[in-house]
């Protein structure tokens, strides 16, 4: 595993310094960038290790445990992908994209909540509807949803991924229904249309349900939508679980961009690399710090929303119960809970065991006793 040279956290920890930008973040999201800056450092404490061989000391600091922080979700994400490995299908899966249009963004500014909740029910009642017409399907099909609100530039861009298994499940015959074209879900024409009134309708209520205020300005943000389009992507290339495990496992916890893709951080300036999708070439970005951070916060989620969320048979409320039918259809079972040994995968991507002390390569590294830190940790 590489050390990255630089770190969004130590960016932040200057951007901050500026008095516009500080002063135009709310509460949580400054709370979310400080908790970044201190992660792994004396402001969280954490424990002195001694070598079992030559008693050398190191402290191992704390992580700050915040989903937006790009060094704390490994561990995570290994469980989580874990977790799903559990109720996947023999069957083939189907990656969908549901994308907003740019003239949005205002909105997913302003009213984050009410816009990604939106973008999520849309996208849920578009798949559920479709499987359950006949003509489709003529089943209840299933659909786990990641939201991500960045582009590979940074900049506002909110979608969805979604994975939806190819098929549907019928609770009254306990049978699975595959569509009436075979390995393929609904055509990107109809579910893109169905989208765009199903979302444009809900986002009417929502906002009006939050404000009555909206009620009077909603002439003007449907004037900006009305005519454009909502863009949906589907494509079939997940034959099996492990190429779904593997797909999920990238998306289910990433952040808007991760340290690796930091190439140079001057005084003032922060050059980044990102894959430009229109010519499919790699390449790089200059920005200043302080317009860096800001587009980095910019996709930190309202506190408490959830950026991951399970529909259908999937749904966590009736998913052991309903995947245990769907597997016995398919003669099979499903498989028990197991927690995931963070240690011991780490060992394998490094190759020496996690505890072994690097210097020399002999003993092991035992906590000796803890250190206290300036701050408690900031969760998620």
Known sequence: MKIPKYEIADILEVALEDKILSTSLNAHVKKSAKSIIRCRTAALGGHKLI????????????SCRNRHCPKCQFGKQLQWVADQERCFLPVRYAHVIFTLPDQLNCLAK???????????????????????DPKWIGANPGMTAVLHTWGQNLSLHPHLHCIVPIGGW??????????????WLFPVRVMSKRFRGLFIKRLFSNLVKKNSVFKTQWSVIHAAIRNKSFNVFAN???????????????????VAIDNQRIRKVSSDKVIFSYFDYRDKKKKSMELTIVEFARRFLMHILPKGFHKIRHYGFLAHRCREATISEILLFFERRMRKKQPVSVVKIVS??????????PACKKGRLTIL???????ARAGP
């Open 110 to 132: 302003a009213e984050p909540e009410i816009l990604y909740n939106t973008l999520f029910q849309s996208a849920w009642q578009t798949i559920k509807s479709l499987a359950q």
């Open 170 to 183: 019928v609770p009254e015959l306990r049978r699975w229904v595959w569509p009436k074209k075979k390995n």
């Open 236 to 254: 079939v290339t997940y034959g099996n679980a492990k190429n779904v495990i593997n797909y999920l496992g990238r998306y289910s916890s990433r």
């Open 369 to 375: 006793q803890p250190v206290p830190g300036l701050y």
């Open 51 to 62: 070598c079992s061989k030559c008693q050398h000391v190191e402290i191992s600091y704390n």
């Open 348 to 357: 394998q991507l490094i190759g020496r065991p996690v505890d072994l002390y």
